[in-house]
């Protein structure tokens, strides 16, 4: 579907109690008014002027609570770039209500989230399925959208969070690419900048300004509540009604943007210029708004170029060994935006020679036109994604909101529509429309005579465009499902399959008659996978790109068509198979799954392009100081001789590696080592029988020539305090990262108290002793976090910590981590924190298992570890039976200081900037 042009921002947001210091209660407010009904989703609409969505779905045992205010970088004047994603930052830090947003939250174990976009910015919470945390989310809402702080001493702190994440997207050479060309693009609209903004507006924004903003755009007449998944639509209402109804509709009136971009006169070029070992080109073009009947095919046009492996752009750059990889998007918003192409360029070909490349394709599809299956395939994919997020409330709640940004929510559902209506001839014109030279813009990182300018129609009327849409067929619902622990156990199916196949079933019905399927084959051991590292990693994404009866994309195909997707991830020793389908298409998808497994043939073209793919995405590591820094830090922690299969190798290494793997190096592999061991899990809606049936016949009879064993991993290494400097020059973000191991199982008794003890140490970066410090009070870095990691297999668990910041604050990150964990031993916790901690940890936990894949991964562990979902009810009780002196005794026991290995990773040549002189009184104004 069309790809929203959203930066975003893992943020919690609060403001400053500005615009209405107290809601008058005089009069029950009016019941919300209902508008329509489209495909099951409610629409209503309050006195204010608030819109309500209401989205029912017993399925998942969750409440998405969603609140989108329609500001984001399009609405900003001079001086106020990146203000919409700065106020969502500052919407986190509280109200006279809320004092503290991320705790409050995280108290209830939400999956809580703000992102800010061109168009709009929203807010999120996805918490278990209750009433106390449904009213708890709309009173939320409703209290921060008018009742936020905004204070000067947050924005001082907040400022420089921020200011850290747009250092972050500085260390990324394709984000940095596509801001410049942009911004060359784009001559007036502020579609031309980033939401992140520029450095100095973030630093020097004026509170008042802020306040302003904040009260002149976060009112109920300028927003939209999406209410998703299981809840009662009587009880929503009546609460939406008492929080959101009591806010008075303001008196100012909106106005709308009004700025448009002129018809370009002529291709522009940018060149970017910064460290790098990958170079990379890009084209841009200007497109009509998301609402335009001309963008359905803009979107099925950019599948047919770029798509792998079956693009224009894939097979004329990536085959040909031009290219490492493509991409693109055609960005839908309210205003005209943008189509983009990009290509990663392999060392030794020309950036000139790839760009020419590109525009020959393009000119073929102008003048020639695609054919019927490429637009078939492309369509495919879209109204394949769509259908899955469809089936996911929490994230067609967020796409709604995008939608809504640019109109109307209804848009989400024609623009489906209309892709459906998508023909050759469509794409054809509309790449004869747009995709001229003389509209476009060029980006490398490393004149016509006579401009074509290009008219871009303007946004139709969407009342005229809608009318009185009805949409369709509401989406099958699925179960009200219970995810504790026991309740899941009894509903686990765990048949004999041919072979050391162990598999859990787990049939339920689900929103869209969705499945998922969890397979990891496990072969070889530590003597006999020596020096084969590299071929393990290729090994299962070489299966799935081709089979005896079926090309790589024949099979994308036959997968695109039944609504399924497929993804394989290989480590030394084990390949990961992880599919989802539908219950209808089941039989297909399982059919396709055995003839990866049983009948792969290992193209060597398709071995040509993986190794190239794989390569680049190292290349691309090389000074990347979050890559170099987790890298050091598994290296020290699991120090293996060079051939052992458990060794990490370096990225110059790694490299070297993946160029050396051959076919024949995987064909023996395949051959003498894998057959039916391993661990398989399915959940979702789907028929048993058939189910077992298909999955004996494709592990009948397979057993591997080489013996198995598990590559067990040890805890007792050599380990004393010690901080390593990695220089990455020109990267403006720097990387902490600090790490020890130990011995202990996660069935060890002192597993539950350790875990909560970093719940509350790093659990989380807005609420954490570790994220109350570096980000909340001190400012100093937009993400840092603990994890505990302990083995179901080996007795041997890690703690890290992980942090970012600009370079020149690197040293007083490692201070406040050093001054807390002193802290942390010395004084323990409170049974407060503890307590709070507790029920956030498992109501994290409780979250987790509502998800598919998730609750898929969990049962592949527990076959892994021989045991069943019992674990996990005996774990939740040795939680809830955590003290403050047990979780302060686990903490000394493991986590020792002078053992903890710290790796620093950034630019630390710069000097701080010089303060500017104080103007004196009459100086330029």
Known sequence: MGRTLRVVFPVSVVLAGLCLAGIVHAAEPPAPKLIRTVEGITEYELANGLKVLLFPDPSKPTVTVNLTVFVGSRHEGYGEAGMAHLLEHMVFKG???????????????????????????????????????????IHLEADRLVNSFVKGEDLKSEMTVVRNEFERG??????????????????????????????????????????????????????????????????ALDSIRKHFGAIPRPERQLDQTYTEEPAQDGERVVTLRRTGDVAIVGTLYHIPSGAHPDFAPVDVLEGVLTAAPTGRLYKALVETRKASSGSGGAFNLHD????????????????????????????????????????DRSKQALLKQIEINAADSTKIAIDLSNWAGQGDW???????????????DDVKRVADSYLRRDNGTVGIFQPVKQSDRISIPETPNLTELIGEYKGRQVVAQGESFDVAPDKIEARIVRPKLPGNIQAALLPKATRGNAVVIRLTLRYGNESNLKGLAAVCDFLPDMMARGTKSLS??????????????????????????????????LPEILDLLRQVLREPVFPQEELETLRQEATAVVEKQLNDPQALA?????????????????YTATLAEEVQRYKSVTRADLVKLYEEFVGAQGELAITGDFDVEQTVAALNKTFADWKPAQPFGELHRTADVKLSRRVETIPTPEKA??????????????NDPDYAPLVISDFILGGGTLSSRLGDRVRQKEGLSYGIRSNVNASPIDPRAAFSIMAISNPLNMEKVKTAIDEELTRFLKDGVTADELDLAKRGYLQMQEVMRTDDSGLAQILTTNLRAGRTMQYYVDLEKRIKAVTPADAARAFRKYVDP???????????????????AEKKPGGDK
């Open 410 to 424: 209804r848009l989400y559902f024609l623009y489906r529509d209309q892709v459906e209506k998508v023909t050759p």
């Open 733 to 746: 973000n720097a990387v902490y990262a600090a790490g020890t191991v130990f011995p202990m199982r996660d």
């Open 630 to 646: 987790f890298r050091t830090i598994r290296r020290t922690l699991g120090p293996y001789p060079a051939e052992d299969p458990r």
């Open 95 to 137: 109200t006279p209500t809320h004092g503290n947003i991320p705790k409050l939250l995280t108290g209830r174990g939400a999956n809580f989230n703000g992102t800010t976009s061109f168009d709009r910015t929203n807010y999120f919470e996805t918490m278990p399925a209750s009433d106390d945390n449904l009213e708890f989310g």
């Open 552 to 585: 790589r994309v024949e099979l994308q195909d036959r997968l695109d068509k039944a609504r399924g997707e497929f993804n394989a991830d290989g480590n030394p020793g084990e390949a990961t198979f992880t599919i989802k389908a539908k219950r209808e298409s």
């Open 898 to 916: 002078e053992r903890l290995v710290i790796i620093q990773a950034g630019d630390f040549t710069k000097k701080p900037a010089a303060k500017p």
């Open 170 to 235: 500085e260390n990324s050479p394709p984000r940095i690419l596509l801001q410049r060309m942009l911004s060359l693009a784009f001559d007036w609209h502020n579609y031309g900048k980033m939401t992140i903004g520029n450095r100095a507006d973030i630093e020097r924004v004026p509170i008042d300004r802020l306040q302003k903003f904040y009260k002149w755009h976060y009112q109920p007449d300028n927003a939209m509540l999406v209410i998703a998944g299981q809840f009662d639509p009587k009880k």
């Open 336 to 375: 005209p935006g943008v189509l983009f192409l990009t290509a990663d360029v392999l060392n030794g070909i020309e950036s000139q020679q790839v760009l020419e490349v590109i525009h020959d394709e393009i000119e073929k599809v102008r003048n020639q036109g695609v054919t019927q299956e490429e637009t």
